[in-house]
Structures are given as structure tokens and as C-alpha cells.
């Protein structure tokens, strides 16, 4: 019988909750017969939670605060999980000199792509974890912590899960989770690890020409898709400002665009929003014909949840709602561009990173011009969603051919200007 927890999408954590407590059972395990030896970065962190009295109350309450009832309280042997900061520190030493693996005997029906999002699962929907995740002072920590990673996943040390075996990301159940990957990627099987320099270079890898070609590039009445991704939502009449934390709660205007100067002309706008799986292309192509107007870099919170999707309720809508609510908190992009068709005008990018490293790379420069499907950028591991923003006047028709919920390629067309 699966246990089904509504609250995850997107593939970067198994719907099923049992995977999610046998992988965070055999890592506890594996903590507690090694001797540990943490990271300088690890123990900057528990210095941090120990020497500040709120964020070391945080961090027990929000432990606390998880329900005792089933599927919360206990692993599959009827102990409990991660119930401490002190366990929480110790897997977080053993994930930051990991690459994520891809093991078919231990993931069944998904896979843990988000190992530290899985450690997290429980206090990020706890008042006390909202107020934690929200913290400054922790999420630059965090920020300390996921740049040692980073250097990790992108070194050749990194490459040791990208084998054929079935822990491997090129293995039986690997493969059948990405389709055609040797088809559609660029990429050399006959060689180790695919040709790949480490596990980055193969999570940012890059479609082979012709792959997903630009759709009715010369046609600047058409609005392209920017990501591979799934829609998630399509929002118009946008305000500045708006309760974004409640539940229902829209996207506030002010808050996704951090302040910034352009953001008066995208009032009583149009939002379009989509994410993009764990197994996904994850770099950005622009979606029309124009110039690149601006480009803004905002460091954000990482693990932040709408505090209308947490306990002692959790809301069958959460994905809607948290990932609507990371627009306005979460790491992000923006990058603005000035349409050749005028009745599109300045429109704006928004790559919004989701846990994890979140890493959101800018490529293009203020300035430049790029035509549809011209790379803008990329997301390195981490989750990920992405939104565009049209102005107002911009009268826009998406296409019924892209429901919410529905695959959307690369390149693809997804709305008119009318």
C-alpha cells in the first residue's frame, strides 16, 4: 500500500512516504556506526543554532511540533526519525559529501533527488520550522553549507553515480525515469560516466541540436516555452502588493520582483508559472525575440513553506500554494527583456530556486540581443520553477493545448498576443 503524502511534486520526493523513511532510516543508521567527523561548515552550523537562544529554541520547537500520529511519528521499525537538530546535523555532514544516487532497489517508486528537502520534510511544515527558514542568519548558512556541496557535485569526485549499475543514474530503473536520454542529450555511453565532467556537468546537460527546435521563430506574435516543465498555474490581474502566505493566497507583485524599479509596469499583469521535474532539462531559453533589459540576482530562503499548507492540517492544494508562496521568499532570477513586438514589450523571466543548492546562473548580459530559444541561463541541483511576467497591456492567450498540469517542451508555443 503506498502512503501517499499530497504535499510533494515535481519527482524530486517519492509521493510514497515509506521511501522517503527507509532512505532516512538506513542514513541515520549509517551516522550512527561511523564516527563523524564533521565538516567546518557543519560545525559553524550547530555553533549558530547553540550560541543564538532564538534559533536554538527554533530549532527544538520545530522537532516538537511535528504531530505524533501516524505517518509522522515513526519509521517503518517503529522508531523515530529525525527528531533532533543534532541528527539533523549529522545527515546533513553525510549528504554535503554525497552525490545524489539513483537506486532502484531503495527508491521502488521515486527517488530521493532532495536528500536534505527529505531530512526537512516535517519541521518545514511546523510554525516554529517557518519562522527558522525564514531566518537570515540561517538561511546564510545554509547558503555556507550548500557552496561546500556545490564544490562537491561539481568536481570529478562527484561522477561515481553516474554508472550503468542499480544505483546508478544510467542503471535499468535510472534510464526508464529519463527516456531516450542518449537520443536526446548530448552525451557518449561508450565512454565512463557518459562523458561527463561530474555530477553539475550532467544535471545541466544540454539537449543535442535539433532536439527541441524553435517553434515559429520569426512569428513575434507567438510566445515560446522557456523550460521544459509542467504548468502549474496562470494568474492575471496581479497586484503590487498581495497576501501571498494565506491560503488562496496570489502572487504579490512587489515581493516576486524584490522592489525592483521596472516593477510598476507589470501591475494588473499576467503570470504565467511551471516547474520543472528532478530528471528535466534544467537550463533557460528566452521565449521571444528582443534585447535583455536587466538582470537581477535575489538571495532568498531555501526551505520556507506557505504557513497555509503546514500542520496540524496539512491542505490537499499545498503544491499550489507553496509554490506560488516561493515566488515572492524563495532565491531567484530575473531577467527582463524588452519584446520586438511592441504589444508585448518588456516582459520578465523569473527562475525561483527550491531548497537544495538553488543555484541560479545568469548568462546573458544587459544588452544583449537574443532571439527565441537563445540560452538565458540555468539552474544547477536543486529544485526549480520558473515564471514569465507580461505587462498589463499585454493581452495574452495561452494555449488549450497546455493545461495546467501538462507537459510543456522546450521551445514549444504556448501563447498568443492577441
Not at 120 to 130: I, K, R, V, Y
Not at 299 to 314: D, H, I, K, L, R
Not at 348 to 362: D, H, L, P, R, Y
Request: charged share 20%; hydrophobic share 40%; proline share 7%.
Amino acid at each position: 500500500m503506498v502512503v501517499a503524502v499530497e504535499h510533494r511534486v515535481g519527482g524530486w520526493l517519492p509521493r510514497d512516504q515509506r521511501v522517503v523513511e527507509c532512505w532516512l532510516t538506513k542514513r541515520i543508521a549509517q551516522c550512527s556506526v561511523q564516527t563523524q567527523h564533521s565538516h567546518p561548515v557543519i560545525q559553524e552550523f550547530q555553533t549558530l543554532i547553540e550560541q543564538d537562544a532564538e534559533i536554538y529554541m527554533g530549532f527544538h520547537q520545530m522537532f516538537e511540533q511535528v504531530p505524533t500520529k501516524p505517518p509522522y511519528n515513526n519509521d517503518p521499525t517503529g522508531k523515530p526519525q529525525v527528531r533532533d537538530y543534532m541528527t539533523m546535523l549529522a545527515l546533513f555532514n553525510k549528504v554535503i559529501n554525497e552525490a545524489p544516487g539513483f537506486d532502484e532497489s531503495e527508491y521502488e517508486v521515486g527517488l530521493v533527488g532532495f536528500p536534505i528537502n527529505a531530512i526537512l520534510d516535517w519541521p518545514m511544515g511546523t510554525p516554529a520550522g517557518f519562522t527558522m527558514f525564514v531566518n537570515p542568519r540561517v538561511n546564510a548558512q545554509f547558503k555556507k553549507m550548500f557552496d561546500v556541496w556545490a564544490s562537491f557535485l561539481t568536481s570529478p569526485e562527484s561522477r561515481y553515480v553516474l554508472t550503468t549499475d542499480t544505483t546508478g543514474w544510467f542503471g535499468p530503473c535510472g534510464r526508464a525515469a529519463m527516456p531516450g536520454f542518449v537520443e536526446n542529450y548530448v552525451c557518449d555511453p561508450s565512454v565512463e560516466y557518459y562523458g561527463f565532467k561530474s555530477w553539475d556537468d550532467f544535471f545541466t546537460r544540454q539537449f543535442k541540436p535539433g532536439v527541441r527546435p524553435v517553434m515559429l521563430l520569426d512569428d513575434d506574435a507567438i510566445v515560446n516555452s522557456a523550460c521544459e516543465s509542467i504548468v502549474y498555474c496562470i494568474a492575471y490581474d496581479i497586484k503590487a502588493l498581495d497576501t501571498f502566505w494565506l491560503k488562496g493566497e496570489p502572487y504579490s507583485l512587489n515581493h516576486m520582483l524584490n522592489n525592483d524599479a521596472l516593477a510598476p509596469q507589470f501591475v494588473r499583469g499576467t503570470v504565467y508559472q511551471a516547474f520543472l521535474s528532478a530528471t528535466m532539462y534544467h537550463r533557460w531559453h528566452s521565449p521571444v525575440n528582443g534585447k535583455v533589459v536587466k538582470t537581477v540576482m535575489i538571495p532568498g530562503t531555501y526551505y520556507a513553506q506557505s504557513p497555509a499548507v503546514g500542520f496540524p492540517n496539512p491542505d490537499p492544494d499545498a503544491p499550489n500554494l507553496s509554490q506560488g508562496f516561493i515566488t515572492a521568499l524563495a532565491t531567484r532570477a530575473l531577467i527582463f527583456i524588452q519584446a520586438d513586438n511592441p504589444k508585448i514589450g518588456l516582459m520578465c523571466f523569473i527562475a525561483v530556486g527550491m531548497a537544495e543548492v538553488s543555484t541560479c546562473q545568469i548568462t546573458v548580459n544587459e544588452g544583449d540581443r537574443i532571439a527565441k530559444g537563445t540560452e538565458m541561463g540555468m539552474f544547477h541541483f536543486g529544485g526549480s520553477t520558473h515564471c514569465l511576467l507580461f505587462r498589463s497591456e499585454t493581452k495574452i492567450k495561452f494555449s488549450p493545448d497546455h493545461p495546467i498540469n501538462s507537459d510543456v517542451l522546450l521551445n514549444e508555443a504556448i501563447a498568443t498576443v492577441e
